[in-house]
């Protein structure tokens, strides 16, 4: 075997291991997620209405609560808002490219109505109290 053949067999052999390598990549896969997941909870006795971007994306049967939404999710920055059947705004989230989400770290916001509780949150399911309501009682209209 030539010099110039075992330095292709070698060069074959290198690549071929690196290939198998289990050490992750810096770059993610050309299927990897690059936005983090919106999740939902309503926890009411009404429909929702879950509007990204100003697009009507589903609507969120009462008792339901999907994490991640199970929808096409447009480019960041989201501008997340959840309405009443009436369409009045019950509670909003915004998202950026800058918003820090991880396993462990999110943003979230609730309402507490008469109706019951609605979470929406990005990143894990969000934990602890949720805020009390500001506005009038009717908010479940």
Do not use: K
């Amino acid at each position: 075997m030539s010099v110039a053949s075992r330095r292709i067999a070698f060069a074959i052999l290198a690549l071929s291991l690196a290939a198998c390598s289990t050490t992750p990549s810096p770059f993610p896969s050309p299927t990897a997620r690059t936005y983090p997941d919106l999740g939902i909870g309503n926890s009411t006795t009404i429909t929702l209405t879950l509007v990204v971007n100003d697009v009507v994306l589903e609507t969120v049967p009462p008792g339901a609560s999907q994490d991640p939404v199970p929808v096409a999710m447009p480019n960041l920055p989201w501008q997340v808002e959840v309405r009443s059947p009436s369409g009045r705004l019950l509670t909003s989230l915004t998202v950026t490219a800058s918003t820090h989400v991880d396993a462990t770290t999110g943003v979230d916001t609730g309402v507490f109505l008469p109706c019951g509780v609605i979470d929406l949150w990005s990143g894990p399911v969000p934990t602890g109290p949720v805020p009390r309501p500001s506005g009038p009682a009717d908010g479940c209209s």
